[in-house]
């Protein structure tokens, strides 16, 4: 069974397209977390939630919106996509957000922006 | 800015050898260190954490010292399937807030050559 999950793994599309990124995770965490990782494959942290409620925002573009309907699912939406914003993006889950937690990633949804 | 340094690698090493990894952080409030492990186009998962002791799980050791703000990971007689990107990550707190994030290194890739 997989613990994180995410659709779709690979998602192509043209700039000024809208498209969005769905994470689950079966693991009964509280806290899921959305990463970057660019072509330099630099991994870097956009959100997380806990229990369904923002606690890291970091500065990311507008254009991106995490939604969380339940404290299993935390989606990613992004407005009007640029070609820089081509990348892996990863969902993570963790217990909770404590400095000892071990963190589950997802497979990854690699984006290109034509 | 919070940094995590990494030796820039690559390091291509021989089966059998014994090979060390470095990283440095720059936030001294910093809680938690870890070591994760990222396979060429797969998500990054937990390797093991580092305590101020040291420990060791099997080939692996990882050092932590505060004082230097430095962490290390040695892998003693290096198997094939030990090729890998080896992430060092930090956990620190954000601003008081109360909640923990990652902060991943850029990564040290290994090759572990026949």
């Known amino acids: 069974d997989t613990a994180v999950s995410q659709t779709p793994k690979y998602l192509v599309t043209q700039m000024g397209n809208d498209k969005s990124i769905k994470c689950e995770q079966n693991?009964?965490?509280?806290?899921m977390y959305w990463y970057k990782q660019d072509s330099k494959k630099f991994l870097k942290i956009m959100f997380s939630?806990?229990?369904?409620?923002?606690?890291i925002n970091e500065t990311v573009p507008n254009r991106f919106s995490p939604k969380s309907p339940d404290k299993a699912h935390l989606n990613l939406h992004i407005n009007s996509l640029e070609l820089g914003d081509s990348a892996v993006y990863f969902c993570?889950?963790?217990?909770?957000?404590?400095?000892?937690?071990?963190?589950?990633f997802g497979p990854g949804t690699r984006l290109t922006v034509l | 800015r919070k940094e995590v340094e990494q030796d820039p690698g690559p390091f291509n090493v021989p089966e059998g050898a014994t090979v060390a990894f470095n990283c440095t952080y720059s936030?001294?409030?910093?809680?938690?260190f870890f070591w994760y492990r990222q396979d060429c186009r797969k998500e990054p998962k937990l390797l093991m954490s580092?305590?101020?002791s040291g420990n060791e799980d099997g080939r692996f050791t990882a050092q932590l010292n505060r004082a230097s703000q430095y962490i290390s990971l040695l892998i003693r007689d290096s198997k094939l399937s030990d090729s890998a990107t080896y992430l060092c990550?930090?956990?620190?707190?954000?601003?008081?807030?109360?909640?923990?994030?990652?902060?991943f290194g850029k990564g040290t890739k290994l090759s572990v050559i026949p």
């Open positions: 993570a889950s963790s217990q909770e957000t404590s400095f000892t937690d071990t963190q589950y």
């Open positions: 693991l009964g965490h509280d806290t």
């Open positions: 939630y806990n229990n369904k409620e923002l606690i």
């Open positions: 936030n001294s409030a910093s809680q938690s």
């Open positions: 580092v305590y101020s």
């Open positions: 990550v930090v956990n620190e707190e954000n601003s008081g807030a109360g909640s923990y994030q990652l902060t």
